[in-house]
C-alpha cells in the first residue's frame, strides 16, 4: 500500500493496484473494505499520483487538521464544550476565520515570527535606510555611493556607517525610477538579494 500511496506516475500506481487485487483477492472480506474505501474511483485522490498540481499535493498526513483543530479548541473555544450551535457558528464565523485568513496573508507576505539572524539584518537594513535619510536632508546625500571606477557607472563602493573603515561593494542595473543592486557583500543582501537604491 505504501507503494501504491507514494507512486508519483499514475499508470504505475493503477498496475499496482491491480497487483494488490490479485495479491489479495482470496481474502475477499479485506477486499471488499478496500474497495470501497480506497479503490473506488472518487476516493482514489489518497495516492500521491492522484495530487500532482494542487495547492495541497504534498501534504501526506493530517497534521494541519490536528493542529488546526487544537487551535480551536484551546484558544477559540477556550478548552470548554460547546453546547449551543449558534455560538459556535459565531466563534467561528467571527473569531476563527478572519484569525486564519490572517494567518494564511501573513504566511504568504512572509510576515511572523523571524530568527536571530534575520532580525538583525532588519534592524541593520532599518539604520542603513535611516542614515541614508539623515544624510539626504543635511544635504550630505551626494556622496553616500563612491564608484570604484569612473568607466563603470554601475559599480560603488559604499562606506559602513555602522562600522568605521568598512566599506561594501555593490554592483547596480538601471530600472524605472531606482536603479537595483544586483550584487553586494553585505549581511543585508546576502540575506534577502533585493534591494533599491
Request: charged letters at 30%.
Amino acid at each position: 500500500m505504501r507503494a501504491i500511496m507514494y507512486e508519483k506516475r499514475t499508470t504505475r500506481a493503477r498496475a499496482a493496484i491491480e497487483r494488490f487485487r490479485e495479491d489479495y483477492r482470496h481474502l475477499p472480506k479485506i477486499m471488499k473494505y478496500f474497495e470501497n474505501q480506497y479503490f473506488r474511483e472518487e476516493k482514489i485522490n489518497w495516492m500521491l499520483c492522484e495530487r500532482q498540481g494542487t495547492y495541497y499535493g504534498q501534504i501526506n498526513t493530517n497534521n494541519y487538521v490536528e493542529a488546526w483543530h487544537k487551535a480551536l479548541k484551546v484558544k477559540f473555544f477556550q478548552q470548554k464544550r460547546q453546547k449551543r450551535v449558534d455560538r459556535v457558528i459565531h466563534i467561528l464565523s467571527q473569531l476563527a476565520v478572519p484569525c486564519f485568513e490572517k494567518k494564511s496573508v501573513d504566511t504568504e507576505l512572509g510576515i511572523g515570527r523571524v530568527s536571530k539572524k534575520e532580525k538583525k539584518v532588519w534592524i541593520a537594513h532599518d539604520k542603513a535606510s535611516r542614515y541614508i535619510l539623515r544624510k539626504i536632508r543635511s544635504g550630505d546625500g551626494t556622496n553616500l555611493f563612491s564608484p570604484i571606477n569612473t568607466s563603470d557607472t554601475s559599480t560603488f563602493e559604499v562606506a559602513s556607517f555602522t562600522h568605521p573603515g568598512r566599506a561594501y561593494t555593490i554592483t547596480t542595473e538601471p530600472a524605472d525610477p531606482l536603479p537595483v543592486i544586483t550584487t553586494c557583500d553585505c549581511l543585508f543582501f546576502s540575506a534577502k538579494k533585493e534591494l533599491v537604491v
